[in-house]
């Protein structure tokens, strides 16, 4: 079992291990086991190279490399194993997770699979270290990054598909860092940034696919930083920013291709911050209340803008 006060990482390792087994041997147990691990996760971590910096804050040698361990310990139970019927059968798909308030300075949640149940990292602090979702599924589940901060380093949603279920980033603070979806497919869920507050990050979207689902910015609030959508295609899918508040940041969609679906917006006027495709007519809206929605009119040169890949 976990000793959450051993100065030793070999001892703690030695447990999350065990524990990870107990889960696969005990079915009506696998959920408590689970939630251990999300505990100690969640219990207070000062990054070592933030400890080291400060020299009066007490942290253990090796504490990373053990919560790496836990991280790589719940991916591998959430993949998908269709095939190998053992291990579907100790598959930690649509059990719950709760990462509320924990603090991630790496980790690799790629090829995962989220189909059912909460995963919830509201209020997380994503600071240093590259933390990965490349790949994952979100097909079901209701994922929660409410109110998280994203600080420092880079989270990637790379190649990811969003197909179901509830993605939240409401409230989240993306003040620092990157955080991509490269080439994620758009195609079913609910991907929710609303009142979000961008104020230094990159954002990016590049050569993602918008073909169904919603993916909603509502209120959020735009002071600095840019979200780009570098060769997106909008095909079928709603991207809506009602309510946002442009105060310094930039949203540029100036290489959307094709823009068949084009995004909707609450302004009667085209607000300094947001780029819209060479081909927009900036004249023409469907209006309807206090939302208006770019449609595309005439053709004008190629977008010269570039908006950087992030991993």
Not at 19 to 26: K, R, T, V
Not at 110 to 118: D, E, L, N, T
Not at 244 to 258: E, H, I, K, Q, Y
Request: with cysteine.
């Amino acid at each position: 079992m976990l000793n959450w006060d051993m100065e030793s990482a070999a001892v703690r390792l030695a447990g999350i291990y065990a524990m990870a087994g107990l889960a696969d041997d005990w079915p009506s147990g696998r959920q408590t086991c689970i939630d251990v691990l999300c505990a100690y996760l969640r219990m207070p971590y000062q990054p070592d190279f933030q400890a080291q910096a400060a020299a009066r804050t007490r942290w253990k040698e090796g504490e990373r490399e053990v919560r790496l361990s836990i991280i790589t310990v719940i991916r591998d139970h959430l993949r998908d194993h269709r095939g190998d019927q053992e291990r579907m059968a100790s598959t930690w798909q649509g059990r719950s997770m709760d990462f509320t308030g924990a603090v991630f300075d790496g980790g690799d949640f790629s090829h995962a699979v989220f189909a059912g149940g909460i995963v919830d990292f509201s209020r997380a602090t994503f600071t240093g270290g590259n933390v990965r979702f490349g790949s994952a599924t979100f097909s079901g589940a209701r994922v929660r990054f409410s109110g998280a901060t994203f600080s420092e380093g880079v989270v990637g949603f790379s190649r990811a598909t969003f197909s179901g279920g509830v993605v939240d980033f409401d409230g989240a603070s993306f003040s620092e860092g990157r955080v991509g979806f490269n080439a994620a497919t758009f195609s079913g869920a609910r991907v929710r940034f609303n009142a979000a507050t961008f104020s230094g990050s990159l954002v990016g979207f590049p050569l993602a696919k918008f073909c169904g689902g919603e993916v909603e910015f509502s209120n959020a609030s735009f002071a600095g930083g840019r979200v780009g959508f570098m060769r997106a295609i909008f095909d079928g899918g709603k991207v809506g920013f009602f309510g946002a508040r442009f105060v310094g940041g930039t949203v540029d969609l100036s290489a959307v291709r094709p823009y068949n679906t084009p995004a909707m917006f609450s302004w009667a006027t085209q607000p300094d911050g947001l780029r819209l495709p060479p081909e927009v007519d900036a004249d023409r809206h469907d209006v309807h209340g206090d939302r208006a929605r770019s449609m595309p009119g005439g053709a004008a040169e190629q977008a010269q803008r570039q908006t950087a890949e992030i991993p």
